[in-house]
């Protein structure tokens, strides 16, 4: 079992930065992979961030620039910046460990003002 302790966010206005932490307990060793999703209610969860534990990692289009996604043994972070009002969601830390099995954060709110 992994489990995965959040901490960070809240309310920024537009332009600020954030970062979110990640802190991963139990079987850390079996993880493959992290990520940070975030989801607006109503809307699914979409992916935001990844870093494999094999190396590199990925942001998608729309933080590409702006936010980075790192790793310090067992916290994963979420450095955020040059926020927007769109990126207002409910993020979530997510791992993977090698049998495909899936751990989520509890969720963190991020709010970003206009």
């Known amino acids: 079992q992994v489990q995965l302790v959040q901490s960070g966010g809240g309310l920024v206005q537009a332009g600020g930065s954030l970062r979110l932490s990640c802190a991963a307990s139990?079987?850390?060793?079996?993880?493959?992979?992290m990520a940070w999703y975030r989801q607006v209610p109503g809307n699914e969860r979409k992916l935001v961030a990844r870093?494999?534990?094999?190396?590199g990692t990925l942001v998608v289009d729309s933080v590409e620039g702006r936010w980075t996604i790192s790793r310090d043994e067992d916290t994963t972070y979420l450095q955020m910046n040059s926020l927007k009002p769109d990126d207002t969601a409910i993020y979530y830390c997510?791992?993977?460990?090698?049998?495909?099995?899936?751990?989520w954060g509890q969720g963190t709110q991020v709010t970003v003002s206009s």
């Open positions: 870093i494999p534990s094999g190396g």
């Open positions: 139990g079987r850390v060793f079996t993880i493959v992979d």
């Open positions: 997510h791992a993977v460990n090698y049998a495909g099995l899936e751990y």
